[in-house]
Protein backbone atom coordinates (compact mmCIF):
# COMPACT_ATOMS: atom_id res chain seq x y z
CA UNK A 1 0.00 0.00 0.00
CA UNK A 2 1.60 3.53 -1.28
CA UNK A 3 1.68 6.11 1.82
CA UNK A 4 -0.17 8.35 -0.49
CA UNK A 5 -3.79 5.88 -0.53
CA UNK A 6 -3.39 5.23 3.18
CA UNK A 7 -3.33 9.44 4.06
CA UNK A 8 -5.71 9.88 1.84
CA UNK A 9 -7.95 7.32 3.22
CA UNK A 10 -7.20 8.53 6.46
CA UNK A 11 -7.77 12.01 5.73
CA UNK A 12 -11.59 10.98 4.47
CA UNK A 13 -12.09 8.54 7.11
CA UNK A 14 -11.62 12.04 9.86
CA UNK A 15 -13.73 13.87 7.88
CA UNK A 16 -16.50 11.37 7.81
CA UNK A 17 -16.08 11.09 11.19
CA UNK A 18 -16.16 14.69 12.15
CA UNK A 19 -19.39 15.27 9.97
CA UNK A 20 -20.78 12.51 11.52
CA UNK A 21 -20.32 14.05 15.09
CA UNK A 22 -20.79 17.61 13.73
CA UNK A 23 -24.25 15.82 12.60
CA UNK A 24 -25.08 14.35 15.99
CA UNK A 25 -24.42 17.38 17.95
CA UNK A 26 -26.75 19.29 16.23
CA UNK A 27 -29.74 17.28 15.46
CA UNK A 28 -32.18 15.31 17.37
CA UNK A 29 -33.85 15.76 20.77
CA UNK A 30 -32.03 13.21 22.82
CA UNK A 31 -29.89 15.88 24.54
CA UNK A 32 -32.88 17.34 25.83
CA UNK A 33 -35.41 17.11 28.23
CA UNK A 34 -38.70 15.85 27.57
CA UNK A 35 -40.35 18.24 30.21
CA UNK A 36 -40.68 21.70 28.54
CA UNK A 37 -40.20 25.24 30.61
CA UNK A 38 -40.36 28.66 29.29
CA UNK A 39 -37.85 31.71 29.28
CA UNK A 40 -38.57 35.07 29.39
CA UNK A 41 -36.06 37.68 29.12
CA UNK A 42 -34.45 39.97 26.92
CA UNK A 43 -32.29 39.48 23.61
CA UNK A 44 -28.57 39.39 23.38
CA UNK A 45 -27.39 38.00 20.33
CA UNK A 46 -29.36 36.73 17.21
CA UNK A 47 -27.95 34.48 14.53
CA UNK A 48 -29.59 32.89 11.63
CA UNK A 49 -27.17 30.80 9.87
CA UNK A 50 -26.85 27.23 9.72
CA UNK A 51 -27.20 24.67 11.42
CA UNK A 52 -29.64 26.53 13.54
CA UNK A 53 -30.44 29.76 14.05
CA UNK A 54 -30.05 30.73 17.84
CA UNK A 55 -30.48 33.81 20.29
CA UNK A 56 -29.22 34.62 23.60
CA UNK A 57 -31.29 35.27 25.66
CA UNK A 58 -30.84 37.06 29.44
CA UNK A 59 -32.69 36.25 31.84
CA UNK A 60 -33.54 38.71 35.31
CA UNK A 61 -33.02 35.84 37.56
CA UNK A 62 -30.68 32.77 35.44
CA UNK A 63 -28.41 34.93 33.02
CA UNK A 64 -27.57 34.22 29.48
CA UNK A 65 -28.88 31.53 27.88
CA UNK A 66 -28.67 29.64 24.39
CA UNK A 67 -31.73 29.54 22.12
CA UNK A 68 -31.98 27.13 19.27
CA UNK A 69 -34.26 26.91 16.70
CA UNK A 70 -35.04 24.60 14.13
CA UNK A 71 -32.79 24.65 10.98
CA UNK A 72 -32.73 27.80 8.82
CA UNK A 73 -36.14 26.45 6.61
CA UNK A 74 -38.00 25.18 9.15
CA UNK A 75 -37.73 28.29 11.25
CA UNK A 76 -38.39 30.27 8.22
CA UNK A 77 -41.70 28.52 7.59
CA UNK A 78 -42.62 29.39 11.28
CA UNK A 79 -42.12 32.69 10.04
CA UNK A 80 -39.18 33.42 12.20
CA UNK A 81 -36.78 35.48 9.57
CA UNK A 82 -33.52 37.62 10.04
CA UNK A 83 -35.43 40.91 11.90
CA UNK A 84 -37.93 38.93 13.59
CA UNK A 85 -36.05 39.50 16.77
CA UNK A 86 -33.69 42.56 17.46
CA UNK A 87 -30.89 42.71 20.53
CA UNK A 88 -32.62 44.52 23.38
CA UNK A 89 -36.15 42.94 22.26
CA UNK A 90 -38.43 41.09 24.98
CA UNK A 91 -39.35 37.74 24.19
CA UNK A 92 -40.90 34.64 25.85
CA UNK A 93 -39.52 30.77 24.27
CA UNK A 94 -41.16 27.45 25.61
CA UNK A 95 -39.10 24.23 24.38
CA UNK A 96 -36.89 21.71 25.97
CA UNK A 97 -33.81 22.64 28.07
CA UNK A 98 -30.72 20.54 27.75
CA UNK A 99 -30.39 17.25 30.40
CA UNK A 100 -27.54 18.84 31.87
CA UNK A 101 -28.70 21.52 33.82
CA UNK A 102 -25.50 22.96 34.24
CA UNK A 103 -25.83 23.78 30.79
CA UNK A 104 -28.04 26.71 29.88
CA UNK A 105 -29.43 25.67 26.47
CA UNK A 106 -32.51 24.81 25.34
CA UNK A 107 -34.09 23.69 22.27
CA UNK A 108 -37.64 26.37 21.65
CA UNK A 109 -40.49 24.56 20.14
CA UNK A 110 -42.14 28.52 20.52
CA UNK A 111 -41.11 32.04 20.75
CA UNK A 112 -42.79 35.23 21.00
CA UNK A 113 -41.62 38.32 20.08
CA UNK A 114 -43.25 42.22 20.47
CA UNK A 115 -45.95 40.46 20.97
CA UNK A 116 -45.88 37.66 17.47
CA UNK A 117 -45.84 34.10 18.42
CA UNK A 118 -43.59 31.55 16.28
CA UNK A 119 -44.54 27.97 16.47
CA UNK A 120 -40.77 26.32 15.43
CA UNK A 121 -41.96 22.81 16.07
CA UNK A 122 -45.37 22.79 16.13
CA UNK A 123 -46.03 19.59 16.67
CA UNK A 124 -43.65 18.98 19.58
CA UNK A 125 -45.40 22.33 22.29
CA UNK A 126 -47.09 20.70 25.14
CA UNK A 127 -50.29 21.75 26.44
CA UNK A 128 -49.80 24.11 29.22
CA UNK A 129 -50.59 22.09 32.86
Known amino acids: MSY ?23 HGWSWADAEQ ?8 AVQIAPPHPTMDI ?8 RVELGNPSQTQRSGFVEGSAKVGDK ?24 GKTYNIYPE ?6
Do not use: C, Y
Not at 8 to 14: D, I, K, N, P, V
Not at 37 to 44: A, D, E, M, P
Not at 58 to 65: C, F, I, L, R
Open 37 to 44: IQLSGTVK
Open 4 to 26: RFVAQSSLALFTAGMLATSAWAH
Open 91 to 114: ITATGNRAEDHAEKRMKAVQVTVA
Open 124 to 129: RIQAKR
Open 58 to 65: ETPNDGVW
